[in-house]
């Protein structure tokens, strides 16, 4: 049960605009759920003012410590989480993180219970609260940038100075995109928002077999699931989704092909550690590599990345590095020999008010209702501490959070 819900000032540098909840939508909770009270916690850079909270019926205040859920969207910095509570935001944890390996230690230590968006699912091991489609809109949007930037000396509107996607829309029409090529990578939330921006913009969707075979005197771009992306090692497998995200080892990238024609990447896959990079530096230092323009959603840094370019994070305010292969160096973005790069981890925040309202009504229709149920296994399958331990759907983590080289890693810092 829930009589208390918080929701946490966003503390991690670069500050999030982004809410869990709306203000709307904590007005609907507490009507629905008599005797449910929200608080929130001061914040001058959230998408939504105060004074929208209050007039919602929700109570500002600093000290959190009596709510039974503490709400936020990014991870919670070290010096500001509270011991024995119960906390939802994304840890980026439970893919053995390194850089975030101390948080998870440290909420363990201070007998917290994390249950953490990116796990909860439905009884269909569907996903039900991401900001991925968001993701992906802003991403394909700053891909188009990048290249306008680069190619027209054309600088559009970026993303934050709109309040609204469906305002910034109208800035998409009438570019000039001459005969460019733009793959996308990956065919889920994150893809379907990357998709939405190349057909918002005009560019003409064409299948990958064209894309690879066929003359056009206009932009195009394609869409690449797994089987287009990688292929098996051994004749005797057959590719199947199943088979490729059970046993990724078995197959190996089918991207040099895509590589050789294309001129803009928007990388927008769920990349799984086991699983092949889409292309190795070697492949970047071939002369047979068109790409000038990553958009690297995704976001994993290497060397632990899909793509090996991805050397560092960017920011909203500087949102591009370049990088020269052949010397594996980063150089000023937009120089002529150098690859442009961009590799924003917090994307949505560009589109907070949108981001929030989308991310706010999942979470409200699929995810609070289970709290108050008195077994719930989407929780349950989202929790991934409670009492001082990893929860059994989570002991996979055991050697991340106990190993020798770890505890090391953290003894050093």
């Excluded at 507490?30 to 105060?50: N, V, W």
């Excluded at 439970?94 to 007998?111: P, S, V």
Aim: aromatic residues 10%; glycine residues 4%.
């Amino acid at each position: 049960m829930l009589n208390k819900i918080g929701i946490l000032r966003e503390e991690k540098q670069p500050v999030d605009k982004r809410s869990p909840l709306t203000p709307s939508d904590c007005s609907d909770l507490m009507k629905k759920y008599k005797g449910l009270q929200i608080f929130a916690q001061h914040c001058k850079e959230r998408c939504f003012k105060d004074e929208e909270f209050k007039a919602a019926g929700v109570i500002i205040q600093e000290n959190l410590l009596d709510c039974d859920l503490l709400l936020g969207v990014k991870e919670v910095p070290l010096h500001c989480l509270m011991p024995s509570r119960r906390y939802m935001f994304f840890s980026h944890t439970i893919k053995r993180q390194l850089h975030n390996l101390k948080l998870l230690q440290t909420i363990l230590d201070l007998n917290i219970e994390l249950i953490d968006y990116e796990a909860l699912e439905n009884a269909k091991g569907e996903r039900v609260v991401a900001f991925g489609y968001w993701a992906g809109i802003v991403g394909a949007y700053n891909a188009i940038w990048m290249t306008q930037k680069r190619l027209y000396k054309n600088t559009i509107q970026r993303l934050f100075e709109f309040e609204t996607y469906e305002q910034a829309k109208e800035n998409l029409k009438g570019l000039d995109f001459g005969q460019l090529k733009f793959v996308i990578t990956g065919t889920g939330r994150v893809g379907s928002g990357a998709a939405q921006v190349m057909e918002d913009a005009g560019i003409r969707r064409v299948t990958p077999e064209e894309f690879l075979t066929t003359s056009f005197d206009e932009a195009i771009f394609t869409q690449l699931g797994s089987s287009d992306m990688f292929v098996p090692k051994f004749k005797h497998i057959q590719f199947s989704r199943e088979e490729f995200h059970d046993k990724p080892l078995n197959f190996k990238s089918n991207m040099e092909a895509y590589t050789q024609v294309a001129d803009v990447l928007i990388n927008a896959i769920y990349w799984d550690p086991k699983a092949p990079q889409l292309f190795t530096m070697k492949d970047m230092k071939k002369s047979s590599f068109k790409i000038k323009s990553i958009a690297d959603i995704t976001c994993d840094i290497a060397p632990e990345s899909s793509i090996p370019s991805t050397i560092k994070a960017t920011t909203i305010p500087q949102p591009v590095f370049g990088f020269l292969p052949l010397r594996e160096k980063m150089v000023e973005p937009f120089t002529k020999s150098a690859i442009d790069v961009m590799s924003i981890p917090n994307l949505p925040s560009e589109l907070p008010l949108d981001a929030s309202k989308h991310f706010s009504e999942n979470l409200c229709k699929i995810v609070i209702p289970e709290f108050f149920k008195e077994d719930s296994a989407m929780l349950r399958g989202a929790r991934v501490t409670k009492n001082k331990q990893l929860t059994p759907e989570f002991l996979y983590l055991e050697s991340y959070v106990y190993d020798d080289i770890y505890r090391a890693s953290r003894i050093k810092s």
